[in-house]
């Protein structure tokens, strides 16, 4: 039983279309390593709590991409 049947099987969940736009969807890596999981899956808590933090914003560069542009 291939990994979309069971998530259908078990979860009730169809990830062989895209939610979104409906669109068929592949599956591109299969992480199986504990280590990075763990990693993964620790960093997606953190962001959900808001403790992720965020570089400051800046504004672009003055002039370098305006001047550049010949019209």
């Known amino acids: ?6 998530l259908k099987r078990v979860f009730n969940i ?3 279309t895209c939610e979104s736009c ?4 592949r599956v591109i ?3 199986e390593d504990p280590g990075v999981i763990s990693k ?11 403790q992720v933090v965020l570089p400051a914003s800046q ?3 003055k002039g370098l991409l305006l001047n550049s542009i010949q019209v």
């Open 29 to 31: 890596a299969c992480i």
């Open 1 to 6: 039983m291939t990994w979309l049947a069971r």
């Open 14 to 16: 169809d990830i062989s």
């Open 59 to 61: 504004a672009p560069p």
């Open 22 to 25: 409906g669109g068929a969807v």
């Open 40 to 50: 993964i899956l620790s960093h997606l808590q953190a962001y959900a709590n808001n």
